[in-house]
């Protein structure tokens, strides 16, 4: 537990440093790598939210400026990744439209996200936002952990080790 | 003897069930609740508590930051809030409440700059320790509460959001808190006392 923190933090501040580092190459590898986002509204996103098939669903809601979303994406692409047979990870970007192409575009593309990431424009938050659980009060990061069975919120931030426990709740 | 017995113990066991409530709550103030007055650092070094506003009907408690995307989209509104009601008896109180340590970006002199940047005309308050907005339940910025002056008290008669487009002030097709500021004005009932937004958790 204490370990996978350090690692965690470890990780963290090195990705922080080779983003640094890469400032320069950056942009040649914008230009060679195009990738398309989804964008939606509330409605459109619906669909990712309330999936019935046997898959266990992690939703993230999160965004390139929000620091703790950042911290804990890590532990997202590590879920994702060591549960890809029952679990999927999909990544819901609350950016700002006048942001896609110049910061989450280039994140996904550095970072090399394998999650799905989409990107959700829906201004009117206070119609959604109990839409998504009635308990939240807005705050990002937030999570919904859901299969056809089971339904849970999360208005908090995770390390991979909460995140796996919580998970597995839904796996038995 | 016995009854008296019997109804003091019930009585305890109910004012211990109520204080643990009160304790364990944590998750803020409800509409109708009396909001704790505080005394914080403004930015002109100076202390500043809602008592110190004599002619005030209520106030405008807005949390907000410096260094979340949310609050800055929101920030001329706020000053433009202020501008609009603290001649009518609803001054705005803006308070800082995230842990500076975590966001160097929101210390004192930041907040000063800002404010300066900006031209503020409202209190910038350092929630010192971070003790008063867990007390109202923000849980991220902007986050507002206003609060009508009673004979017991500041009432909270409004949580949330300030309109409904973060985006785009000119989009706005519902401005929250100016239509309760405008019903506590009037006398009439807000409509919608509680709305929610996305914001920045407040950092801890």
Known sequence: MKYAWIIGLVLFFSCKDATEKEQVAEVKQILETEISLEVYDFDGLQKFLSTTDDKTYVVNFWATWCAPCIKELPYFEKLNKNYSEDVEVILVSLDFPSKYETKLKPYIINKNLKSKVVALNDVDSNTWIPKVDESWTGAIPATIIYNKNKRQFYEKSFNYDELETEVKQFLK | ?204
């Open chain 2, 1 to 204: 003897m016995k009854n008296t017995l019997k109804t003091f113990f019930a009585v305890l066991t109910i004012v211990a069930l109520s204080s643990f409530a009160n304790l364990g709550g944590g998750h803020g103030y409800h509409i109708g609740d009396v909001a704790t007055d505080f005394e914080l650092e403004n930015i002109d070094g100076k202390t500043v508590s809602l008592s110190d506003f004599k002619s005030a009907k209520g106030f405008i408690v807005v949390f907000t930051c410096n260094t979340c995307p949310y609050a800055v989209a929101y920030e001329d509104r706020v000053e433009a809030l202020n501008k609009k009601y603290a001649n009518l008896g609803y001054p705005v109180v803006a308070i800082m409440p995230n842990n500076t340590e975590v966001k160097p970006g929101d210390s004192m002199e930041a907040m000063k700059a800002r404010a300066k940047a900006k031209g503020f005309t409202f209190p910038y308050l350092m929630d010192e320790g971070q003790k008063i907005y867990p007390k109202y339940g923000a849980t991220k910025t902007p986050h507002i509460y206003i609060l009508q002056k009673t004979k017991k008290g500041n009432v909270v008669k409004y949580m949330g959001a300030i309109d409904d487009n973060y985006l785009d002030a000119n989009a706005v097709n519902k401005k929250y808190v100016e239509d309760a500021v405008d019903a506590l004005l009037s006398g009439k009932e807000i409509e919608e006392k509680q709305t929610r937004a996305i914001g920045c958790s407040i950092k801890v």
